[in-house]
């Protein structure tokens, strides 16, 4: 109605609606991706600024660009005038006298915005994006002499730099003596509770279902143990499909075709093993690590404490006396790290003086393992994008090796014996790839049986990978 100056709120589901009753100091709230835990920050901070005339409230998200999508134009729109907004200020203030700030914080010297301000609520939408202790010092600012009430909520997915702190405080409720169960409650939303979201859009459940299975227990059921234990879990080393390359990764080595590209990945060590894997691609993209130089004593991750030149000059022996590498031009990838020249030459400047060269990788680390992952993933009939042939023996010894980092949760513990599977990272960002069901959609809607539009997705199987032929005698 034209002039009507009410705000409507729509009705909170039984989730959102034990958040807004919650009254700890600390209240944790979701633990899945899609459970209406934004839409909850908004209509609570609204809800205290009405109630509490005078309070101050500060709403925080890693970005400034993520506080615009997230809370800033959804509150213009929602306040539809209720409350002013001051761009310069980034600040809300109600005729009552109450305010609604926003922060952000992605590095240390973002902290600055937060020195000597007060706050009487604090919302750190998506907490587990923040740094622990960029968390404790922002939660400093929860303070005032005043009768409003003092609390943080957190609203959390597993995942990010803050998963190990959260699971702490709310999932296994270990506390220190400096903090107080009783100041915490853990509310755990999955987009099922969603019921608006299921109804407007149960596609989304949809694309939840297709993440990497780590990601889809953690963003989908909101496991919060998931990133425990073996890194590379979906590794597979399974000796009697060594020949027909279903459901394993590890296979028999075969005489590479001549027209496959060849690739050399990279990864600089003295004191712990360098790593140097060639990888040749066949003609669908799929990549198989051929041949392998590993610097390691027969010591686990103990390094060979070869020179640059002599590592090198082994390097460029290999890629001119092996059959598979003879003559071919070979791409190399290597760790960014080998262009630092602290001290005159740097670690590529001795390859290139060898006639070895490298470009340097993409060293995301993330992004890099979930490229990893990809490969790794077997399609509905067992093949992978990634095969290993049987005598690579560092990659097979060491990837099963690698476990979690306890504190950065997506990440592997850089503790272990990571240097094949750094270099194999470098190598799989130069050539990235989709998810597998992504990829599955794509194909589907490519291949010609999408044009009978009564076929089923179920009906249409992927198309079986030739096989090639196995070589009996090895290096
Ligand atoms: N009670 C409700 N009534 C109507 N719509 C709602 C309600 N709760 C949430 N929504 C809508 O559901 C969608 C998802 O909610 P929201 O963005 O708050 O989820 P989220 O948990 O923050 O998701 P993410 O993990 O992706 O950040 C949004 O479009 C939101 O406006
Ligand atoms: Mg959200």
Known sequence: MPGDSRLRMPPPNEKQRMAFLDTHRYVGYGGARGGGKSWFVRWKAVLLALYYAGIKILITRRTFRELLNN????????????????HSDKCFTFPNGSTIWFGYCACDGDLGQYQGAEYDVWFADEAGQFQEHWLTQIDACVRGVNAFPKRTYFTLNPGGPGHGYFKRLFIDRNY???????????????????????????????SLQKLPPKLRQAWLYGRWDVYEGQFFEDFADRPEHYGDRQWTHVIDPFEIPEGWKIYRSFDWGYNKPFSCGWWAVDYDGVVYRILELYGCTGTPNEGVKWTPPKVFAEIARIEREHRWLAGKHVIGIADPAIWDAETGKSVADMAAEQGV???????????????????????????????IFKNCKAFIRTLPLLQYDESKCEDLDTDGEDHVADETRYFCMSRPIKPLQARHERAFERSPAALFLDVSREDVKAVKRPRMEVILREE
């Open 176 to 206: 220190t003596e400096d903090e107080h169960p009783e100041d915490y409650s853990f509310i755990q939303a999955l987009c099922t509770d969603n019921a608006a979201l299921m109804k407007s859009q149960p596609e989304y459940m949809r």
């Open 71 to 86: 809370h800033i134009f959804p509150l213009i729109q929602l306040l539809n005038g209720a409350a002013r907004y001051n």
């Open 357 to 387: 060269y490298f470009s340097p990788g993409d060293h995301k680390r993330i992004p890099g393992w979930m490229q990893v992952h990809y490969r790794l993933a077997f399609d509905e009939n067992g093949y992978p994008q990634m095969y």
